[in-house]
Nanobody, 130 residues
């Protein structure tokens, strides 16, 4: 079992930045693939970013949703059992509840679909004002 707790959400003006953090329980954090998803009111949950551990790639292997590429960066600190989402150049359409997710990693494919993840945090609200 993995428990995930997100933090760092809040209200920010368009063009601003935020860093979300997700703290995970468990002793085998490095063996889990991690992802961020978001859900805006009235919309389906959307893939934002994901990261897996790769021994041959410093920082891991990452993937991003098209709407955030070039603006958001995902990273992980296996020593601290944390995954981060750095969000820059925020837009009002980035307003959503952001969720951290985890699944035990198999192979070296990045998981981008929400039904691939087994564990979820409670979410943190991000509001971007225009």
């Amino acid at each position: 079992q993995v428990q995930l707790v997100e933090s760092g959400g809040g209200l920010v003006q368009a063009g601003g930045s935020l860093r979300l953090s997700c703290a995970a329980s468990g002793r085998t954090f490095s063996s889990y693939a991690l992802g961020w998803f978001r859900q805006a009111p009235g919309k389906q949950r959307e893939f934002v970013a994901a990261i897996i551990t790769s021994g041959g790639t410093s920082g891991g292997i990452t993937d991003y949703g098209d709407s955030v590429k070039g603006r958001f960066t995902i990273s992980r600190d296996n020593a601290k059992n944390r995954v981060y989402l750095y969000m820059n150049s925020l837009k009002p359409e980035d307003t959503a509840v952001y969720y951290c997710a985890a699944v035990r990693q198999v192979g070296y494919s990045v998981y981008t679909k929400q039904n691939e993840y087994d564990f979820w945090g409670q979410g943190t609200q991000v509001t971007v004002s225009s």
